[in-house]
C-alpha cells in the first residue's frame, strides 16, 4: 500500500512539472530511453546536466559582472546551454536563457544581469523540484512506461 501511494505522489509531483511548464515533452523522450538495463538514464542525465550548467553559469556570472565583456563569448555560453536545456526539456529555463540572450543583443546589458539573475533561480527551482522527484523515483523502483503529461502539446 506504502508503494501505492508514494507512485501517486511521484505521478502528481511529474505532473506538476508540466503543468507549471517547468518541463515539456522533451522530458518524456527522455524518459522513453530508459530501460531494465539502464533505469536510471534520466537522473544520470539530470545528474549531468546540472553539473555542467553549474559551472557554466559561474562562468557566465564572473563574465557579464566584468567591465569589459565578452559578449561573443557569453552569448556562445548560453547558445551552449539553451541546447543542453533544450535537450532535457527544461523549458522555463530554455525560455530565460533566450531573453537573457535576447538583452545581450540588444545591448541592454542591466536587462541582461537582471533575466540572468532570473535565469539562476529557474535553474535552481528546476534543481530543487527535481531532486525529490529522483529520490522518491528510487524509493519505488523504475516506473512502468513513460507517458505524455495530460494537456502537453510540447514535442
Known sequence: MESSHLRQQIAA????FFDEEI???QFCQLERLENRGNPNFVEEVLTMYFRDSTTLLQTV???????TIDLAKVDMMLHKFKGSSASIGANKVRNNITKTRQLLEEGNLEGAKLAFRELRMEHDNLRAKLEPYFQQLRQVGPV???TRPKGSDHA
Open 23 to 25: 518541463l515539456d515533452g
Open 61 to 67: 556570472e564572473q563574465e557579464i559582472e566584468t567591465d
Open 13 to 16: 509531483m511529474r505532473q506538476s
Open 144 to 146: 512502468e512506461t513513460a
